[in-house]
């Protein structure tokens, strides 16, 4: 059966990732992650709430390393434009002084929340801290940063399910799909 008939809404354009390919992606990095920190003894999956939600849950069960998880929730988008200023609306609780942290989002853009948030991060003394995005846009960063564990570089469209949104919408699809502008345009203004 065509996936996208599963989940109709109506804004959908194509699928661009589908459930079999993320589930393989991500087994893969999990694999990576616990080989690249087999000697850490605190380490700390810090998710951005909201959208990499669904990808930190399957992503943790592939950890085979003791670890912990915590989130902080951050803004800069109305829309499909990010506004380039980064508010936290939510901090983590865990006191990372020390800690082996690994940033998660769900997509990488124009690069100016995964930037401001590693800055912070750094301020508060990890022992080490790396990035790890589900999606890139790489024909989208406005500056320059590192992803040291990337899902999938992607094109640049405005995409929604596994997590991700456009307004609160399409976070349930259990695949990656663009989003078609002209049909959310008619349904949304
Ligand atoms: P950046 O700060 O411009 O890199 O934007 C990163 C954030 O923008 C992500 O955490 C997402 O919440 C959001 N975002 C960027 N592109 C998309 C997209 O195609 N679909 C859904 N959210 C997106
Ligand atoms: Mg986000």
Redesign the pocket.
């Known amino acids: 059966m065509d996936e996208k008939m599963e989940f109709p809404y109506a804004f959908i354009g194509d699928l661009l990732i589908s459930q079999v390919e993320l589930e393989k992606r991500i087994r893969e990095l999990g694999e990576q992650i616990t080989e690249d920190y087999k000697d850490s003894e605190n380490l700390l999956l810090l998710g ?1 709430l909201r ?2 939600v669904m990808f930190i849950t399957d992503l943790m069960k592939h950890v085979k390393r003791p670890m912990t998880m915590d989130f902080m929730s ?4 109305s829309g ?1 434009e ?1 506004s ?1 200023f ?1 508010r936290i609306d939510s901090d983590h609780k865990t006191n990372i002084h020390g800690w082996d942290v690994i940033l998660i ?12 948030v590693s800055k912070l991060l750094m301020d508060r003394k990890p022992k080490s801290l790396k990035v790890c995005a589900l ?1 890139d ?1 790489p024909e ?3 500056i320059d ?1 590192k992803i040291d564990y990337c899902g999938f570089s ?1 094109p640049d ?4 399910g596994y997590g ?3 307004d609160e919408k ?1 976070r349930n699809l259990p695949y990656i799909a663009t ?1 078609d502008p002209e049909k959310y345009k008619k349904l949304y203004g």
């Open positions: 951005l959208g990499s951050v803004s800069s988008y499909t990010s380039g980064v989002d769900d997509i990488v853009d124009s690069g100016y929340t995964i930037s401001t999606l846009k989208r960063h406005k940063i992607i469209h405005f995409v929604v991700l949104d456009i399409g989003v």
